[in-house]
């Protein structure tokens, strides 16, 4: 089994709709993060956490909002989705006592017409 | 303003080959350098990495040379088989911006049989 899942992998909605994505690990890490990745573009960070109680943005959070439910569980709505949301969006995880890496989820792939 | 740069959006290299895939970057302060390799429709993963006390690191067929005069950081894959063919990202982080990863915009690597 995957140690970082995210639901759903596609969706298609339309412009003004509320999303949520969602993100599960079993890694047992404290950090979690949402990124999106745009054709012809790195990673560009949305929000993260640093436990359930701590919820930070990162460069682009503009029209997102997070939930961290959960050590485990974080998820990212879109209140009112616009067509340039459509994206790649990934979940990760990182643990603070191991350093900077982080694992990434599959990716859901949202299109918003 | 892009602080991590891949300046070749793709590269194509024989198997049995070297491959180098290069990366800059302008943050002075970043002391902590990582590749990420992604195939399509899954998350990326993590390759190799580099601390800006070390020149070279070195992982089975995977190293990756650091210039930090140069702000530079390179990737070679010696010998490249086809499996290698994905995106490979450069990333970077720094201790005080929390090690978030901040990250190129990826380069198309296919290795021809």
């Known amino acids: 089994d995957a140690d970082v899942t995210q639901t759903p992998r596609n969706r298609i909605t339309k412009t003004g709709k509320r999303i949520m994505l969602e993100c599960s690990q079993t890694?047992?890490?404290?950090?979690m993060y949402w990124y999106r990745q745009d054709p012809g573009l790195g990673l560009q960070l949305i929000y993260y956490?640093?436990?359930?109680?701590?919820?930070n943005k990162g460069e682009i959070s503009d029209g997102y909002s997070v939930s961290r439910q959960a050590q485990a569980k974080f998820s990212l709505s879109l209140e009112s989705a616009i067509p340039n949301q459509t994206a790649l969006y990934f979940c990760a995880t990182s643990d603070a006592l191991e350093g900077n890496e982080q694992f990434f989820g599959p990716g859901t792939r949202l299109t918003v017409l | 303003d892009q602080q991590v740069k891949q300046n070749s959006p793709s590269l194509s290299v024989q198997e049995g080959r070297i491959s180098i895939l290069n990366c800059d970057y302008t943050n002075s302060m970043f002391d902590y350098f990582l590749w990420y390799k992604k195939y399509p429709a899954e998350g990326p993963t993590f390759l190799i990495s580099i601390s800006s006390i070390k020149d070279k690191n070195e992982d089975g067929r995977f190293t990756v040379f650091l210039n930090k005069s140069a702000k530079h950081l390179s990737l070679h894959i010696v010998p490249s088989q086809p499996g290698d063919s994905a995106v490979y990202f450069c990333?970077?982080?720094?201790?005080?911006?929390?090690?978030?990863?901040?990250f190129g915009s990826g380069t198309q690597l296919t290795v021809l049989p």
């Open positions: 956490s640093f436990d359930v109680k701590d919820i």
């Open positions: 990333a970077a982080s720094f201790s005080g911006s929390a090690r978030q990863l901040t």
């Open positions: 890694k047992g890490h404290d950090r």
